[in-house]
């Protein structure tokens, strides 16, 4: 075996550190008794070089210092203690194990069954202890190179009432892009290509929220059936760039590709939001394999079962839970997040499952630990907060009740403009709410309409061309015999199911995309976009693609003439929503007259022209008129000059019968800048006030109030 100059080092910073003289060795483990630092000459190599034993400890911080060692070198451990199931202890040294604060991991795992603790199939389940070496089949962590050349790069900060969120795949997105060189096609380099930057800037979003980018783990379940867990939902590296989206290496490369990503992008003004998946790790339940936290300190690491500590709490569906009351998990977890942001430079994280992460004693605790520190983090508190507001636990559901820093995907609001525009008959009460920002879920908690995150569709579930062309999930190829994924899509009355060629059919679910899209982008509050949604990519109808590295969920570049007028109309539609701060307010509607005026910021009309009474809010009608008032906004820029806009109308038919609908009398022309039915739904055309407009079945109609000097002849 090689041999190596030793030194006692220091207990923190944790993770491997390389200074420019040698790395520092850092672990936690409250529990262990004893911990080997293991050397590798190359990434695939299944037995060590050599073997350290980490023999100082501060704070249950296992230390040592190689003053030999310097990137990239290949590293893992070894932990030693106790093998006991039934105390929640579950030491075994055969098991070689991956830091958790590994900056990159080379390669992914290569499924055996020396991976478990246990032998798989024998009597006494999780309670025998297998010896077998898991090194071969285990990836390697890479001792990296912290410099990297941002040229000044600093994060964006762009406000959220400007922000617009396109959530993408990093490979999706380029797999099949032409314009992108072959080589970096489906990496991070490819997503932030000249080809990429300019389609995003093109479109007009803001921010790109990417899919879990944190190394993950396919599930033994999924490799047995040839598939893999695309999304990557089932984290094991939480401060490492996965290495399959690298295009220049896995032996630390991946990091500083990621950034050069995240540099080019916010050169072009872009910011970068992470999904992160800090609820659960991919360790599973007491019967999955032993990669990581379990080997090191299963009790500190993990939230178990008080009856039986054999077992795991589980909130997300995912077979574990991370401690959140021990502090060394708060720790690891704030500590990835200021690596993102100081090192990484991202913008913001989308939480999965947020509700998971303020469990402390089984309940949803926003008095918890967890959000108390971010709080006051001087970094994370600056950063783009954004909560996905419920867990699959008792009491997880939580939409409108985070905390002030945070904004949060509105369920509701996708609930219930789903609902409106499938024709139920619930009225328009609930759906005015949810066009205004959503006052009734963030108004009394001091929060403001940019909280509510507003999306139709979403990387889990059906894209935007599936929702109106699919009644029921199609999800044969998961080979779940499709009993996965959300059990229907409630009929949208389009006539039939998947493709057709039927022209009604066709511009029947031309017109409900666009009415959809109108919507989610004129909405107050902040806009998001599922890739691809743009230009009507389909998925077949399978709304769980989660295990497919394929055609499923790659982007189909190849768009036809319905494709590029759906992206010429949604591009318009983000551009209108550009240019007038009246469709993203900073501070919620008034609904009442304004210095001393007659005009309200807000106004809701019934058909009749006249606004909406107690009794037609209560009703179950399905049209409405949404009047904004421009220049009643009562607003102030950064600079405290007043912010005064247009008056709009907007008019919304969820019925299937064409109807008469009174434009108000404000003694200006009304102009028609938008109708969803109509075949060039942007060619303008004005409307005497007071007048009638012919609304047709299922449609969305925008006007705008001419100015005296903008009176058309």
């Excluded at 991202?346 to 939480?351: A, I, Y």
């Excluded at 569709?457 to 779940?480: I, P």
């Excluded at 055309?685 to 299922?698: T, V």
């Amino acid at each position: 075996m090689a041999r190596y100059k030793v030194w006692p080092g220091r207990p923190y910073p944790l993770g491997a550190n390389w200074d420019g003289q040698g790395t520092n060795f850092s672990v936690f483990s409250e529990n262990a008794e004893k911990i080997e630092l293991l050397l590798y000459a190359s990434e695939d190599a299944g037995e060590p070089e050599a073997v350290i034993p980490v023999e100082h400890r501060h704070s249950y911080n296992w230390h040592v210092y190689l003053p030999e060692v310097m990137p990239p070198k290949f590293y893992a451990y070894r932990a030693y203690g106790p093998y006991d199931p039934a105390s929640g202890q579950r030491f075994n040294p055969a098991k070689v194990l991956l830091d958790p604060y590994a900056k990159a991991i080379a390669g992914t795992i290569r499924w055996d069954e020396a991976l478990f603790a246990y032998p798989l199939g024998g009597p006494e389940e999780d309670f025998a202890l297998d010896q077998r070496d898991s090194g071969p089949f285990i990836p390697k962590c890479v001792v990296t190179n912290p410099f990297f050349d941002w040229e000044g790069d600093r994060l964006p900060k762009r406000p959220w009432s400007e922000t617009v969120i396109y959530e993408v795949h990093v490979k999706d997105a380029t797999k099949l892009h032409h314009g992108v060189e072959a080589s970096q096609r489906g990496t991070y380099a490819g997503l932030a290509s000249p080809a990429m930057v300019e389609y995003f800037m093109s479109l007009g979003v803001t921010a790109i929220e990417l899919l879990p980018v944190h190394h993950h783990v396919d599930e033994w379940m999924l490799k047995d059936k040839g598939l893999v867990n695309h999304w990557g939902y089932n984290t094991i590296g939480f401060f490492a760039p996965d290495s399959r989206y690298s295009s220049l290496g896995v032996r630390g490369e991946q990091v500083n590709e990621f950034r050069w990503m995240v540099k080019q992008l916010h050169k072009a003004g872009i910011e970068v939001i992470l999904d992160v998946v800090y609820n659960h790790t991919a360790e599973g339940n007491h019967l999955g394999p032993t990669l990581c936290f379990r080997g090191l300190d299963n009790l500190a690491y993990y939230q178990l079962s008080p009856e039986d500590k054999r077992f795991y709490m589980d909130f997300t569906g995912c077979s574990n839970g991370l401690n959140m009351a021990h502090p060394q998990v708060t720790q690891f977890i704030m500590d990835s997040l200021r690596y993102w942001v100081q090192e990484m430079h991202v913008d913001g994280f989308r939480f999965d499952l947020a509700a998971a992460l303020a469990r402390e004693l089984l309940e949803v605790n926003y008095l918890s630990a967890f959000f108390d520190i971010i709080h006051q983090d001087p970094v994370i508190s600056q950063v783009k907060l954004i909560a996905e507001p419920w867990d699959l636990g008792a009491g997880g559901y939580q939409v409108g009740r985070f905390p002030p820093h945070w904004v949060e995907w509105n369920g509701k609001y996708r609930d219930t403009v789903r609902g409106f525009w499938k024709g139920e008959e619930s009225g328009v009460a609930e759906l005015a709410y949810r066009l205004s920002g959503s006052s009734d879920l963030y108004l009394n908690t001091g929060r403001k309409p940019y909280a509510s995150i507003n999306f139709i569709t979403a990387h889990d579930g059906f894209t935007l061309r599936d929702l109106v062309s699919y009644n029921d999930k199609h999800n044969e190829a998961n080979q779940e015999e499709n009993r996965d994924g959300s059990d229907h899509n409630q009929s949208w009355n389009c006539g039939v199911e998947g493709p057709t060629d039927d022209p009604d059919i066709k511009r029947l679910r031309v017109r409900q995309m666009r009415n959809l899209l109108t919507t989610v982008l004129l909405s107050q509050g902040v806009p998001m976009l599922l890739g691809g949604d743009e230009f009507g990519r389909s998925k077949q109808g399978n709304n769980n693609t989660y295990c497919h590295d394929n055609e499923f969920n790659w982007f189909d570049w190849g768009i036809g003439e319905e494709g590029q007028e759906l992206l010429a109309f949604t591009r318009q539609l983000i551009s209108l929503r550009r240019a007038h701060p009246v469709f993203r307010r900073r501070s919620f509607f008034q609904g009442r007259p304004v210095r001393g005026s007659e005009e309200k910021d807000l106004l809701w009309l019934r058909p009749d022209g006249q606004e909406m009474s107690n009794d037609d809010w209560n009703a179950s009608v399905r049209t409405v008129g949404m009047r904004l008032g421009g220049d009643a906004m009562r607003e102030v820029d950064d600079l405290g000059q007043p912010i005064v806009d247009d008056t709009f109308l907007l008019l919304l038919n969820g019925w299937w019968d064409d109807l008469s609908f009174r434009l108000p009398d404000g003694g200006q022309p009304w102009e028609r800048i938008l109708d969803t039915f109509e075949p060039d739904p942007f060619v303008p055309a004005q409307a005497k006030p007071g007048s009638d407009y012919h609304l047709r079945g299922r449609s969305l109609v925008l006007f705008h109030l001419l100015r005296p000097t903008e009176t058309l002849p």
